[in-house]
């Protein structure tokens, strides 16, 4: 059975903050991993995708991994009210399937 | 948003009587997925699909039947449905350029009374 765990918070940080989110996952095959955002009552929109280890940069979002600790982690900078979502953790197989965590939900306070 | 429509959009039925959900896909993507998603158990895989009359199960299949006669569509029976499977239903289609990245459908909300 392939697990991913991640904190399920629920996170609460100050405007302008960093929030960090972790992952850990099961797979030692997994070489994809992605980061899904998730407003209440929405479906899950994708934000990051990263495939190599060290850290990948997209404007407020950092995606950080480490293949050899199982272990992926997104940043956001500069927290704003609207980054207040459900953050999934999904690592890609090789078989085409996602295996998704529970979620952190994250809350930002103006 | 990848062109993914699902429908219904939300459905209330009874135990015991079938029930279809309808995936849309207006991009030819080869793999279409069928995921149900609950409180404390995140989204799980029910089943998947990587071409027409192509599918394979998932985690949470039983009690669950799919079809896919054309690549735009891709359809989940519920044969009989129960009250555990009441859940919001999303459908997802991965880019095979690159990493697969899956993109979701607006989901499908189903309570059975």
Known sequence: QKEVEQNSGPLSVPEG?????????????????????????????????IYSN??????????????????VSLLIRDSQPSDSATYLCAPGDTGNQ???GTGTSLTVIP | DAGITQSPRHKVTETGTPVTLRCHQTENH??????????????????????????????????????RS?????????????????????????KTSGYNEQFFGPGTRLTVL
């Open chain 2, 70 to 94: 054309k690549t735009e569509d891709f359809l989940l029976t519920l044969e009989s449905a129960t009250s555990s499977q009441t859940s919001v239903y999303f459908c997802a289609i991965a």
């Open chain 1, 98 to 100: 996602f295996y998704f």
């Open chain 2, 30 to 67: 080869r793999y279409m997925y069928w995921y149900r998603q609950d409180p404390g158990h995140g989204l799980r895989l029910i089943h998947y699909s990587y071409g027409v009359k192509d599918t394979d199960k998932g985690e949470v299949s039983d009690g669950y039947s799919v079809s």
């Open chain 1, 17 to 49: 903050a960093i929030a960090s989110l972790n992952c850990t996952y099961s797979d030692r095959g997994s070489q994809s991993f992605f980061w899904y955002r998730q407003y209440s009552g929405k479906s899950p929109e994708l934000i990051m995708s």
């Open chain 1, 54 to 71: 060290g850290d990948k940069e997209d404007g407020r979002f950092t995606a950080q991994l480490n293949k050899a600790s199982q272990y």
